[in-house]
């Protein structure tokens, strides 16, 4: 059975009108709410309970429909009296179920959205719906500001009231519940994201480029890090991935380690749990102890390629793969990729042997395979002429040409300052000098580098190595990048990461702003692919672990 409450009132002298409408019992669990008609005529919602308020039964200033104008009590009719405010309205009954309708409304019109989510739904006639909204509701798609109100309306001092509704055409509703671009269902029939296509209506196009990423920038976050053989990771590496200096988390996470965990699957959780659900795991690679991992934002996915991935070993004949390279190449829009994770010789005196390694990987690396290159820029040679932004990072050794007490000295000296000069170290530095001169990386560029040599510390402490050995301190750890059109990367931090001390190496890290530009179809898409065993045990990790840490901090105070 179904009830019906119907109160009305008049503010003596405030041109208040209060009308409530409660419709109650097991098929009719909706309310529409309180309605005030204030002195500006602006229609206002007084929440109340005991239901969802019914989807047409929501006014201004409400997110789920837009305003529907005001009443004119100047120009409109007479302060609304008593007798007419307590007008009665009957509510669904038995038979009627999903119906609202009026005494002298005898064809009541059909109202979509009924909370039961069918178009059963009911209203009364247009009177019923001007003395109740202001304005008959526009059931079609609606601007903002509302259509234009024709001269009868704008006699009666409804502002710029819709429509009314047509019987003779089905209704439908644009909600307003979301802040995703809304995309027209005509648009929906035609735009097939077809092997190839290209234009407007290209997945990879520009138009969707440019709802993503207006500027057409793309964020990067590199970083590299020695674990030194390590069987114990710290307890939190929020200083790897979400150091101070980051405001934001980036839209791409590349990842490379070096002599690396043994356990990759324990790492690529702890990774992916400080992350968060924010970002997935889209590739994860390794070769022997080298592992390169990726992790990309959960709604930009759709947009990459397959992952390509190639290794090289440097150190032939060993059991357990130590120096060399993995890289991974994939296309994000129209712009290719390629991330290089390398280990190259060690030893202050070997920096010939490697020069010849990095020859040897830009040689052998194969990739792409499945992506188009450029004919015109790509080298048989040297796979970084294949792909348009390149990242090489990695340790890759080169050291200072100084005596180790020179360095040590220079750094004492040096720690005690705000803003320390490493620019005396770094004229020394192999790295910086083959550059230079061509011998090796051609067309590399490196940030500005204004931190301490990363290489080589007593495991868990900040002394400079105190072994036997009294290797010289170096910066070891770098990250290079190029593209093959000038100034598309912009390095916008560089730095090491000093809280993490478990290994003899400092973990470097670079924050990059990339140029991109949009594509077409016709490349081997991924199709929302990662790895989601990782994410979804990950998260339940993290969860269990905030949990914690909220019990705890509530036990202390």
Not at 41 to 59: E, I, Q, Y
Not at 132 to 140: R, V
Not at 230 to 240: A, K, N, T
Not at 428 to 445: M, N, P
Request: negative net charge.
């Amino acid at each position: 059975t179904t009830t019906t409450t119907t109160a009305g009132h008049s503010a003596t002298g405030s041109g208040l009108t209060q009308r409530r409408e409660r419709c109650e019992g097991e098929d009719a669990n909706f309310i529409i709410s309180n309605r005030t008609v204030s002195e500006g005529g602006v229609l206002a919602d007084d929440s109340v309970s005991n239901g969802p308020p019914h989807p047409l039964a929501t006014v201004s200033g409400s997110s789920s429909m837009p305003d529907f104008g005001h009443y004119d009590y100047d120009s409109g009719p007479s302060e609304t009296s008593d007798e007419d405010s307590s007008e009665e309205i009957t509510t669904p009954s038995e038979g009627a179920e999903g119906v609202l309708t009026t005494p002298e409304d005898e064809n009541p019109v059909p109202l979509p959205g009924h909370h039961r989510g069918d178009s059963s739904g009911m209203f009364s006639n247009a009177d019923h719906k001007r003395a109740i909204f202001g304005s008959a509701p526009n059931l079609g798609s609606i601007d903002a500001d509302g259509p234009e109100a024709s001269s009868s309306d704008l006699a009666m001092g409804y502002g710029k009231p819709p429509p009314l509704l047509d019987p003779a055409r089905p209704p439908t509703i644009t909600p307003r519940l979301s802040v995703l671009k809304p995309i027209p269902t005509h648009l929906a029939k035609s735009r097939s994201y077809l092997h190839g296509s290209v234009g407007c209506g290209a997945l990879l196009g520009a138009e969707e480029l440019e709802r993503y990423f207006p500027d057409r920038v793309f964020t990067i976050f590199c970083v590299t890090w020695n674990m030194s053989q390590g069987r114990h990771l710290p307890e939190v590496i929020d200083d790897i991935l979400l150091p101070a200096a980051t405001e934001n988390l980036q839209d791409l996470y590349v990842i490379a380690t070096q002599e690396s965990l043994a356990d990759k699957r324990e790492w690529e959780l702890r990774m992916q749990a400080t992350l968060g659900p924010s970002h997935v795991l889209l590739y994860s690679g390794s070769h022997g102890v080298l592992y390169l991992s990726l992790f990309i934002r959960r709604d930009l996915i759709w947009f990459c390629s397959i992952v390509e991935q190639s290794v090289v070993t440097t150190r032939p004949g060993t059991m357990i793969k130590t120096k060399g390279a993995i890289a991974l190449g994939f296309q994000f829009f129209g712009t290719t990729f390629l991330f290089i994770n390398s280990h190259l010789k060690a030893g202050e005196s070997r920096l010939k042997e490697r020069i010849l390694d990095h020859d040897r990987i830009t040689q052998v690396l194969d990739i792409p395979r499945a992506l188009s290159v450029n004919p015109y820029k790509a080298s048989q040679n040297d796979v970084t002429t294949r792909f348009e932004k390149v990242f090489w990072l990695g340790d890759l050794n080169f050291r200072l040409a100084q005596t180790r007490q020179e360095v040590v000295t220079y750094l004492e000296e040096t720690s005690r300052l705000s803003q320390p000069n490493y620019t005396p170290l770094l004229n020394d530095d192999q790295l910086l000098k083959i550059v230079r001169e061509e011998k090796a990386f051609r067309g590399f560029s490196e940030a500005e580098i204004k931190f301490a040599p990363t290489y080589k510390y007593d495991k868990n402490s900040d002394e400079h190595d105190t072994s036997p050995k009294q290797r010289t301190p170096s910066y070891t750890d770098r990250i290079l990048y190029k593209s093959q059109k000038p100034d598309d990367i912009k390095c916008i931090h560089y730095e090491r990461c000093d809280n993490i001390r478990s290994s003899d190496h400092r973990p470097v890290y670079g924050i990059f702003h990339v140029q991109i530009r949009p594509g077409k179809d016709s490349i081997p898409l991924s199709g929302g692919l990662f790895h989601r065993d990782i994410y979804i045990e990950a998260i339940k990790r993290r969860t269990e672990a905030l949990k914690k840490k909220q019990s705890s901090v509530c036990s202390v105070m």
